[in-house]
């Protein structure tokens, strides 16, 4: 991450006001580096996809933002495409998708990382865009920092428990090879002792001597058997007695990797050991193969009997062919091998040994092969014919050859030290290469079986070899390059396994095992690999991918690329296992607890095994629980078609018989038990952590909600799953649903208690959910309904209804209807649960009126509501209803008297001026609405201090001046003559103000017969 950084913003022009402000926010978090993006305005379309390769060829990162029309964008396809395959050959080139709106990801983007979780975008929620943006950023400089230098991943480490003895086991398996090089390989390099490795170098001089004596015909097959059987005693015997201080430090790295070939291929390209050239006379044959017409019928007429010249020149055409091998030149040799067969087609075993020995050197085994995977066997078949040939003159001893067994074995080890070379230098891995793995090696599953098919046609036919016929039943039981298993079902209590083609995987497997004890039971001193060698070989492999795949998944994580299917990565390895124990049995015959059982259980049942591998330890859900709390297959396993409930029970089966699987499914449920409620509580404390803060950090609500149900409903299942001790998961529930928890499931709408709109959107009806809870609960686990109910009604007046008041501003007119819902709603609240003080706010709000005011007092002493769209006066009745002690209509009067009056007051010390030569008509016209006002007050409670102000200003004490004056300075008793426009006999008001006061008693009587105090 040094210099000047190139960042590839892919998006559609919906999108590029989040790409721009995204680039402003990268450039934030790079600095003090400098950053270079692309920018595609002003670009001729002709000359954009060359730019545009050109800069994507030296950019670190390409990021895709997303949304649900990223792909018909104008070249967003191309960019995607190529930033993907410029990737493979660039490793520095980091790849990031960022959702900018909720949306798909595309399949060629699906196995890179994302910026956001799952759910969450930069323009969805507008309050956290900032956070969203800086989120994506920050992913940009971990991507930026993580990026490899190569492609490839390193050297896999694999430590597998040798001991000593498997060594010496497997060393000499290979003792009986005619070709020993690849042998002496591995001991020198094992070996560091000089006076033991002076024996390996002594052995292999004897051995390099022998095959020149051979080349040359300077020795009988019989001399060379028993010459070579002191040597290969010699070596059996080194083997034998080989012991640990002898080696190297590192000697089981080295086994690995030259034997197994488990970490990487490092056998050398041998030469084709030679071929024994025979020594015998050349028999002449005295029969040959006439020509058959196409009407005449095989008969023994169609045996003919060599002309002289054709006996010579068959004599000479074999003594030219065995010339031509001394000297090396094989296509000489086989030309006058061939001219022999070609133009005289004599019965003779020997001919086609020639034939056979001096095609192989010519053509070379490892082209042969190559041939036939390339789809042309025309070389192959040559090499089977001859065999063929040879082998049925022989039996019918028509110039028979000693040295030809021998020289079949070697032909046969020849192809099949070819073939090896060819397998191992494949790079696929069934185990490591899924997901975007799988990519980066060739499809080599047609290559492989064409190297299966040979290896059964060349054991067949030439000679079987045991080296490839052990690697083909590694490979086909799942331990090497290729998954051969599509599925595998349980049936009637047994594993039935579908291979991934239109072949009999089993067969095969047990044809390559008959073939391997044939070779033993049919050649003397012939060592092969017993059934245990060869489980524990696959039990090997499969422990090595199982490491390397822990150790892959590790380095993805450090290069930020998700590229390994972990689950499909699995399976095959369980499915692997599976057939290594249908194959070999499970149990080891040495009692070493090689279990391909414990193998595949430690993957799918980590939890309940003892000292588990630490490379086992993948964090996959195998099981969950379903909706009644029992034991389940994870939903993601649906998609591989794996059936991991009903393969671990016959696993256990198997193992441990009925009663084990009685004892160990109460373990697993516990096991998934544990997990599941460590993930509720994961879950639920994540949301506490996103709730708590009050800025941008803030997790949306809606999130938060939804998490929250779906920790509501894993409560029940829990519940479900162990009744007898999840009564504290219900109490949980009941919190969270009372709104004691985070958020409130309930409303009033406003009238009619209700679920929350939000939940049922999100698919959870909160009142049927209660029931469910109280359904399913065992009697005296659950509190009564009573406090249910005042626990939800307290906590909505408290957390919704006060909350909600208390942000209202007193007298400001728009909040007025959120203040109506909210008295509508706590007299909602107050039928829920029974509590008083749900009335007293509402009456306390309606009386004394500390947001806005409700009820409004006529100059006819009459009550009259404020607003037409509500009526604060029905529920005064219905309080007064409710507890008319406690809400009496009087203490109404009372309370909303006083506040009108002083609104009166209020009004007539600001609006009018208390200097008498300044109040014109409007004043007049002002103060005469107040003492009519005032008069309307005193009738709806009679209270002598509301007459004050009217009898003051009558009597001429007051502001304005109510009587006529003559020539502007007398004054009289007659009323003003502006109070005629107005309406208004100051006299006779004056004398109506102390009717009132005068009549107060009556008037008070009148007021507490209307309110129902005086019967």
Known sequence: MSGILHIFLSFNTPDSGAAADLQKQITLVFQPKSVVFWNRDDLPPEDYRVQAKAFLEKADLFIAVLSMDFEIGQHVHWEVTTAVEIQKSRPSLQILTAQARVSATPFSLAAFDTALPPGEAIEN????????????????????????????????????????????????AQTDRINHAPLLTILKRMVENVTTKRVILDVEEKFKQLRELTRLSKITFAELEEKATPAQI???????????????????????????????????????????????????????????????????EQIGLLSFEQKSDFRRSLLLAKDALAVNNFSAAYAHCDHARTRIDPQSAQLYEYLLITFVQQEKPLRILQEAVNGNERLLNYVLLFAGRYRDYQQQNKCTSSTGPHNLAIASEALSDAALRMYHSIPND???????????????????RIILDSTLKVGRLVSPSEELLEAAVIESCGGGKCHWLKRVDVVKGHFQFMPDGHFDLLGEIQELLDLLESMEANESGKIVKQSGLLREDLFFSLLAKRQGLYQQIQEDKKRLRPFTDQRESVIRFVYACLMGAEIFGDKDQRGRDLSFYRLALEYLLPGLLVAPDQSAQIPLRWFDLDTNGAVTAHPDCAAYEFDVQAIVEKIIRDHAGQAGWMQVRPNIKESVYLLFTADIEADYEEVKNGLQWTDFRRMDEQEARRRLISCIRRWVIAYRAYPERGATFLHKCLHELSGSGFMLWFTHNPDNFQSHPDSIELGLDTRAALKTIYDIAAPGQLESEELLRKCIADNLFDKHILANYNKIKPGKEAQRSEAVRLLREAMSNYRLYPDQRYLDFIFRELTEELKFCWIDITKEGMEAPFTQDFNPLQIIRELHEILPDRYGLLQVRERIAIRRHANQIERYFLEISEFKHENRRPEREVAIDILRNIKGIYKYLPKEEFLELPLRELHGRGRIRWNALLFGFFPLKENHYENKFLGFEYKFERFDFRRLLDNQYEEMQRVLRETGDLK
């Open 430 to 448: 069934a185990v490591r290469h899924t997901g975007k793995h799988a990519d980066s090696v060739p499809e080599s599953r047609k290559a492989l």
């Open 125 to 172: 929620n507008k309050d956290y865009r900032d956070r969203q943006l800086k989120r994506v950023a920050d992913k940009a400089k971990l991507m930026v920092a993580a990026a490899p230098r190569t492609n490839d991943l390193p050297e896999f480490s694999i430590d597998l428990p040798l001991t000593i003895e498997d060594v010496r086991e497997r060393l000499q």
């Open 234 to 300: 010699d070596l059996q015997h080194f083997i034998t007695h080989l012991q640990e201080d002898a080696f190297v430090h590192n000697w089981k790295q080295v086994f690995i990797r030259d034997y197994f070939h488990f970490v990487t291929s490092s056998r050398e390209t041998s030469t084709i050991p030679p071929f024994f050239v025979p020594v015998d006379d050349v028999a002449i044959p005295e029969t040959l193969n006439l020509p058959v017409g196409p009407r005449e019928q095989e008969s023994l």
